[in-house]
């Protein structure tokens, strides 16, 4: 079995890195987007909670803010739990199109709720609507219910508010890798990691 995707790519940061990841990571977006790139904003985020135990989920992407990648959630679901316990995670894109895949691992907090009220003003009401219908994460008892909740909220002319424990997350960047996939295996890394000095950047094995 070979990977699929466009192995003709040429990325020239791998032979000449540029001294800020953040830069670089925007730029891979760009590109992500206008090659048409299916899902770029999808990011896999990986948690562990207070004894260690791992659980990851799709979540979107939403923009870059404070040299970091903003995300958002309930507080109250198991995401939100694991970084209330250990406000640590790490974030991997993967574009098979593209042979793309970013990984960045870093510390998290909360953005002010200034932050977190602009990002939940930037949903679809039908999805500020799900966020208010739902406590997430937590049993469900009757399906249809909730859908019912939801479509009132969504249907209603009242103006939806964030809901507390609903936030923005910042993902403040430790290390960052930039992977290119090659089919003959031979795939290419350039690996960031911050420093006391600054961002070290090294290429790495496959």
């Not at 079995?1 to 940061?13: F, I, Q, R, Y």
């Not at 979540?59 to 870059?64: I, T």
């Not at 042979?99 to 990002?119: F, M, N, R, W, Y």
């Given at each position: 079995?070979?990977?699929?995707?466009?192995?003709?790519?040429?990325?020239?940061?791998f032979d000449a890195p540029p001294a800020d990841p953040v830069v670089l990571l925007a730029e891979w977006f760009a590109g992500a987007v206008s090659r048409e790139v299916s899902e770029p904003f999808a990011m896999?985020?990986?948690t562990a909670d207070d004894r260690g135990r791992p659980s990851s989920r799709v979540?979107?992407?939403?923009?870059?803010a404070d040299g970091g990648l903003v995300f958002a959630g309930s507080s109250t679901s198991r995401k939100g739990?694991?970084?209330a316990a250990n406000p640590q995670a790490a974030a991997n894109f993967h574009w098979r199109e593209t042979?793309?895949?970013?990984?960045?691992?870093?510390?998290?907090?909360?953005?002010?709720?200034?932050?977190?009220?602009?990002?939940f003003a930037d949903r679809p009401r039908a999805a500020q609507a799900a966020v208010i219908a739902s406590e997430q994460s937590t049993p469900l008892d009757d399906e249809?219910?909730?859908?019912?909740?939801?479509?009132?909220l969504a249907d209603s002319d009242e103006p939806l508010s964030r809901p507390e424990a609903w936030t923005g997350y910042l993902l403040v960047p430790e290390e960052v890798e930039f992977w290119q996939g090659k089919p003959n295996r031979l795939h290419r890394r350039l690996r960031y990691v911050r420093t006391g000095e600054g961002w070290l950047a090294e290429r790495l094995q496959p």
């Open positions: 079995m070979t990977l699929s995707g466009d192995a003709t790519l040429v990325l020239p940061e896999v985020l990986a979540v979107l992407f939403k923009e870059f739990r694991d970084l042979l793309q895949q970013i990984t960045v691992v870093g510390t998290v907090q909360k953005v002010a709720p200034e932050a977190s009220d602009a990002l249809s219910a909730l859908h019912g909740r939801a479509a009132a």
